[in-house]
Structure formats: C-alpha cells, structure tokens
C-alpha cells in the first residue's frame, strides 16, 4: 500500500512539472545571464525544484487523506450505533466515504485494503496500526490508541470513537481557518517573489541592451549570479515562515 512518508510523481506528473521546471530555467537564463548556455548549468537544480513541488504536494495529500479518515470514524460511529459489528462498520464506512469522494479517493483505497485482508482474518487492530504508520498522521495514529483502548476495556465504545472524531474534526476545521486567514499573504508572497522577475522581463523587453554590461563577462555574471541567490533565498525564507505559520 501506499506510503505517506513521501510523494510518489505519475508519469504524467513528472512531464507537467519537468515542462514547469524547463520553462523557468529558460526564464532564469535569459533574465540573468542572457544565454542559453547558463540553462545548462542551472538543470542540476532540476531535482531541489521536484523536491519542493513534492512538499507542497505531500501536504496536500495529507490534508485529503486526514479529512477523509475524520469522515470514516464519523460513518463508523453512525453505524456501530446502528447495530453494525466493528468490523460490518468498516465495510459501511467504505460505502459511504466512496459515495462523498469517488471510488479513487485515498481512504477508499485504505479501506479496500482493511477489508480484503479482514476477510483473511487478519485482525483490525493490526490493520489500523499499519495505516498508522504509514499515513504519518497524528490524528489517525491518536485514533488507533482509543480505538484500542475502547476495544479492549469495553465501556462506552460508540462515544468514544465519536468523542475521537469530533476532536480531530475540531483540529481540521482550525487548520482550514488558519489557511482561509493566510491566503491573502500567501498571494501577496506570490506576487512579490515574481515582481523581480517581471520588472527584469520589462526592462529588458523596453530597455534593449540596458544590462549589456551584466551579460558576457565575469563581473556581470558574479553580481546576476548574487542577485539570483539573493532572490532564491527571499523566496526560500517566505515560504518558510508561511508553512511554520501552519505547523504552529
């Protein structure tokens, strides 16, 4: 099954953001050094930029999954309310959870592979660690220490499990607020890490030969090569600060 520790690129994936990464290189070159040479040398970076890409994308992959799994615990409560066994459930979680988000949803495909190896008697609980581990979420992991608990001690077993999602839909509902009250700075950081590049485009379209003296020997390649670093680094640190902003 799928790890979430990491991001795994499709193939059509990997063409989208080698043509994103090809397009801004070019870019890169053209602006700064003015040489189709210069995009050579810049290619080796082509792996931190898929390494970016693959945080962003990693995030949002464990956004969908955790509101996903808040949806199960919710649908398994309703139905171990309804007189479902733990494991009958499940199965009505999967139908429901397919209903909401398609057949290729992440948590249907988890739940597909619960119930084929439940009809292995392989036992829950061992099903439910795994996913644990591999999901790398918090929220499921707390999840599988009460659903343990409540299995094993008995007691108020349906309130629990939805005392459990309630708290986790609480957490997810925060999240989004915060990101809903971030997306304007989050714009405006977009904006300013391109307005470099569009005043350089602008210059260089209405201005020919306004950075001549920058383009084709050595002191003009180190002061654009300083600028560029001083420009990566902006752009590092503001996307640093918005995801500790998140995490927070």
């Known amino acids: 099954m799928r790890d979430y520790h990491g991001y795994h690129y499709s193939m059509q994936e990997h063409v989208l953001y080698f043509s994103e990464a090809t397009l801004l290189i070019l870019l ?4 700064f050094y003015h040489s189709l040479f210069a ?26 999954l955790c509101q996903q799994f808040k949806e199960t615990i919710f649908s398994v409560a309703a139905a171990l309310n309804a007189g479902y066994s733990v494991e009958n459930a499940w199965r009505e979680a999967k139908t429901e959870i ?52 409540a299995k094993r001690s008995g007691g108020d077993f349906i309130g629990i499990i939805r005392a459990t999602a309630e708290r986790i839909g609480q957490k997810i509902e925060l999240q989004h607020q915060l990101e809903t009250d971030l997306a ?35 002191s003009g390649i180190c002061i654009m090569s300083v600028c560029l670093i001083i420009y990566l680094a902006a752009y590092a640190l503001s996307e640093r600060m918005l995801q500790q902003i998140l995490t927070i």
């Open 28 to 31: 890169i070159s053209y602006l």
């Open 39 to 64: 995009a050579v040398l810049i290619v080796p970076f082509y792996p931190v930029f898929l390494k970016i890409k693959e945080q962003q994308l990693l995030r949002q992959q464990k956004q969908e």
């Open 98 to 149: 397919e209903q909401m988000y398609g057949k290729n949803a992440l948590m249907v495909q988890e739940l597909q592979h619960i119930l084929a190896h439940l009809s292995m008697n392989v036992p829950l609980e061992e099903l439910l660690y795994d996913f644990a581990k591999r999901s790398d979420l918090e929220d499921v992991s707390s999840f599988c220490q009460v659903f343990f608990f």
């Open 184 to 218: 304007a700075r989050r714009l405006e950081s977009r904006i300013m890490n391109v307005v470099p590049l569009v005043i350089l485009l602008y210059l260089k379209l209405t201005s020919p030969g306004y950075f001549d003296l920058l383009y084709g020997n050595f």
